[in-house]
């Protein structure tokens, strides 16, 4: 791909200071992101995915400008989000909109239909009244709800109705960029069809790019055309999404894929040892290690370098990376058993 | 067929409210035979939860209204239960997992000393004794470590081990049924994975009954023996895991089955069943699917559809079923 990306993401890392601690103790950091770097062009649906805690969420929330990241720059359409004064950042924010997981708590109980979806353009002004009605009118049937409920509160509506007025809500302004955080993990499985359905479709209409946030593989696979595996905020495996699912390299990768209950097929199933470590002083070698069936000696202390092994698929495993000869001689590559 | 556990016959609840009645359950039927998973499947606000709720007589009465005809346990009629004697039942002979394991657990209570509780409450052993067995059931479900994670505070726990901690609870003293409600909902795919089996794995070598509610067809798809599908308060089909998913016979299965993403999908859209569930209070005539229903007729809304039971056990409320070769139901 040759165009020029809408977002540029360089060596990002956010830290987070862990409160207490003794006073002249060495303060500690939880490691939510680590050394990312991508970029997404206009009109993909970039995924990303992992279990909770892995920093997927934080990722987002620096994209858009909500974290201020420790390291590393993000270029919204070649300008610096992070270093741009206070009003620009404004302007600039208002091309990327997000959609919330929970739409029972995005929403604000005491705000009507029409405040809510007309909120975004209330704050960047220039609207009159009537023009934010009709723009209003015009949304709710893009996103499938009726003229009738504008006067109406979110308490009124179901779960999968609330999360259409958040998406309502994000695309108000036109933006370029939405980010969708598990847009339907907190609905009804019979639910989850209909809103992806309409995102895809707005997606068409609108030109949208969609940075598609989740930790349903089976969703990811339908709706992205690239993806991103991130485990404890560093990337595993990355790629086109054909290229993942038809061979997933990263044993993270595996597993996950592994886990979805499928009513298809009866797979063979690796299922994971044990819970995600805690983000404060993560491993220092390979952030997988603990969990990993097919950990060695040097996953211990060495991270795994993004390897490209073929064209727009990235992988950060020994078993594919390997060892120097140096490291090798040391004993490096021996497995690690774990069943004593 | 005679091994029934739980026989639950007729049950209604409704809830008056200010502007009218919501009917939550609407007279259902569940047998659970003993050693047997039978899931529970329905969108939100079908009235699965109120069920579970009403069979452990935890409903508060008002606002809650229960008719029931009977609930059979084992040969014991429960609803002629004194609240002392149900006292008993519950984590005795029916206990219950939660949906959302941080809510259940009292967070200023260590969880050991929680499962301490039921060993003390039902099978009077002193302290020192239950923390013994406290330990054991940790260990049942695969915590590591269960001596020192028995002195951990819920919040200090993830996600997928404090299910586990409700799990070994609801374990601890080896109930005749155990009731689950959404046990995995909350919790990461990995995660889910884990859990599921070991609930599978105990339930099995136990020979304990298991109820699960869930919204979730792959999660049945994996766990349950026979399923049920509730929409709206009612029961819409019954059938054994394997049939009801190689060929559902009612709309509302097939249109659930279908919302599934799988791996196997090429399309990009998904399969959806449009609108949504009825509010409770304003449920329409006739069939409470038909507005939802792609193949519904005049008689539909008009009349609601009988359960009607068919020669292999499954049962069926509908009067168009699909892939259905006895011929069309009418009456």
């Known amino acids: 791909m040759s165009k020029n990306p809408i977002i540029k993401i360089e060596n990002l890392y956010v830290d987070f200071p862990v409160k207490g601690g003794l006073p002249f103790q060495k303060k500690k950091h939880i490691s939510a992101v680590s050394d990312v770097s991508l970029e997404i062009y206009p009109g993909e649906t970039f995924g990303i995915v992992g279990e909770s805690g892995c920093g997927k969420s934080t990722l987002a929330n620096a994209m858009v400008g909500m974290v201020k990241p420790t390291g590393g720059k993000v270029i919204f359409k070649d300008k610096d989000l992070f270093s741009l004064n206070r009003t620009d950042f404004k302007k600039t924010r208002s091309d990327m909109q997000m959609i919330f997981q929970d739409p029972f708590s995005s929403l604000n109980p005491r705000f009507s239909v029409f405040q809510l979806i007309s909120e975004p353009m209330f704050i960047r002004g220039g609207f009159t009244k009537k023009e934010m009605e009709q723009r209003v009118l015009e949304l709710l049937k893009l996103v499938g709800l009726d003229e009738k409920d504008l006067h109406r509160y979110p308490s009124d509506f179901s779960g999968g109705q609330k999360q259409r007025i958040g998406i309502a809500r994000a695309i108000s302004l036109n933006p370029d960029l939405l980010i969708c955080d598990e847009p339907v993990s907190a609905l009804d499985v019979s639910v989850h069809a209909q809103i992806l359905n309409l995102l895809i479709d707005l997606q068409e209409h609108l030109k949208l790019t969609y940075v598609f946030i989740s930790h349903n593989l089976a969703v990811v696979k339908n709706v992205c055309d690239r993806i991103l595996v991130m485990y404890l905020g560093k990337v595993m495996e990355f790629g086109s999404t054909k290229a993942i699912y038809k061979n997933p390299l990263h044993p993270y990768t595996n597993a996950l894929i592994s886990a979805i209950l499928d009513l298809d097929i009866k797979r063979e199933k690796t299922i994971l040892k044990g819970d995600i470590p805690s983000p404060i002083d993560p491993p220092k070698g390979c952030r997988f290690w603990q969990r990993c069936p097919y950990a060695m000696e040097g996953c211990i202390d060495i991270p795994a370098p993004l390897l490209e092994v073929e064209e727009n698929h990235f992988v950060a495993c020994h078993k594919l990376s390997g060892f120097n000869e140096e490291q090798i001689k040391n004993g490096l590559d021996k497995r690690i058993n774990k069943d004593e | ?331």
């Open chain 2, 1 to 331: 067929m005679s091994d029934v556990l739980l026989g639950l016959k007729n049950l209604k609840v409704i809830f008056p409210a200010q502007q009218g009645i919501v009917r939550a359950v609407e007279g259902i039927d569940i047998d659970i035979l003993k050693g047997e998973c039978v899931a529970l499947v329905g969108e939100s606000g079908c009235g699965k939860s109120v069920t579970s709720l009403a069979i452990m007589r935890l409903l508060n009465t008002p606002p809650a209204l229960i008719e029931v005809e009977s609930i059979n346990l084992g040969g014991d009629e429960i609803t002629k239960y004194s609240e002392n004697k149900m006292q008993d039942v519950r984590g005795k002979q029916i206990s219950m997992i939660f949906q959302d394991a941080m809510t259940a657990l009292n967070p200023v209570m260590t969880v050991g000393k929680q499962i301490d509780e039921v060993f003390i409450k039902h099978n009077k052993l002193s302290k020192k004794e239950a923390r013994i067995e406290t330990i054991k059931a940790l260990r049942l479900v695969g915590i590591p470590e269960p001596e020192s994670r028995a002195k951990a505070f819920p919040h200090q726990l993830s996600g997928g081990l404090r299910q586990r901690v409700l799990i070994a609870m609801a374990f601890a003293c080896m109930p005749k049924l155990i009731i689950a409600d959404e046990p995995t909902t909350a919790l990461d795919v990995t995660i889910q994975a884990q859990v599921l089996e070991v609930l599978r794995n105990m339930q099995k070598s136990h020979n304990v009954s298991l109820l699960l509610i869930t919204h979730d067809l792959s999660v049945v798809a994996h766990t349950a023996d026979t399923v049920y599908v509730m929409y709206s308060g009612k029961i819409v089909e019954k059938a054994k895991v394997e049939d009801l998913f190689r060929e559902p016979h009612h709309p509302y299965t097939e249109g659930l089955l279908g919302s599934i993403p799988r791996l196997s999908d090429t399309t990009k859209h998904f399969v959806q069943i449009p609108d949504s569930v009825p509010h409770p209070m304003f449920k329409p005539t006739g069939c409470y699917f038909h507005p939802r229903c792609k193949y519904a007729t005049d008689i539909c809304k008009e009349k609601m559809p009988p359960l009607v039971r068919l020669d292999n056990g499954r049962e069926i409320r509908c009067y168009h079923p699909i892939n259905f070769s006895g011929g069309e139901n009418n009456e």
